[in-house]
């Protein structure tokens, strides 16, 4: 059973940073994709970045582009998401997601972590 747990969210004031990690577990665990979403209080929940696991391109949504970025540490079935020059607005839970081969939906999701940008 693959299980991911994310880490590193919390408090920070506008124009600060954060870096969330994503750690997987389970021998099942081969995706194709990881990325990252979020979902802010009485929101849906929206996609911020991803990345495929065997490297390339990364793609990112329009409201965090030049200021986040994703990475991998495959070896250590890890992902991250940089987060700089944060703002009120991207104040929401964070969840990292991967998706296999072949679906169309992620399968593997975390449990999510607060962060909060405070002006």
């Known amino acids: 059973q693959v299980q991911l747990v994310e880490s590193g969210g919390g408090s920070v004031q506008a124009g600060g940073s954060l870096r969330l990690s994503c750690a997987a577990s389970?021998?099942?665990?081969?995706?194709?994709?990881v990325g990252w979403f979020r979902q802010a209080p009485g929101r849906e929940r929206e996609f911020v970045a991803s990345?495929?696991?065997?490297?390339?391109?990364?793609d990112y949504a329009d409201s965090v582009k030049g200021r986040f970025s994703i990475s991998s540490d495959n070896a250590k079935r890890t992902w991250y998401l940089e987060m700089r020059s944060l703002k009120p607005e991207d104040t929401a839970v964070y969840s990292c997601a991967g998706k296999k081969g072949g679906t169309s939906n992620y399968d593997y999701w975390g449990q999510g972590t607060q962060v909060t940008v405070s002006s």
């Open positions: 389970g021998r099942t665990f081969s995706p194709y994709l």
């Open positions: 990345i495929f696991w065997t490297g390339g391109r990364a």
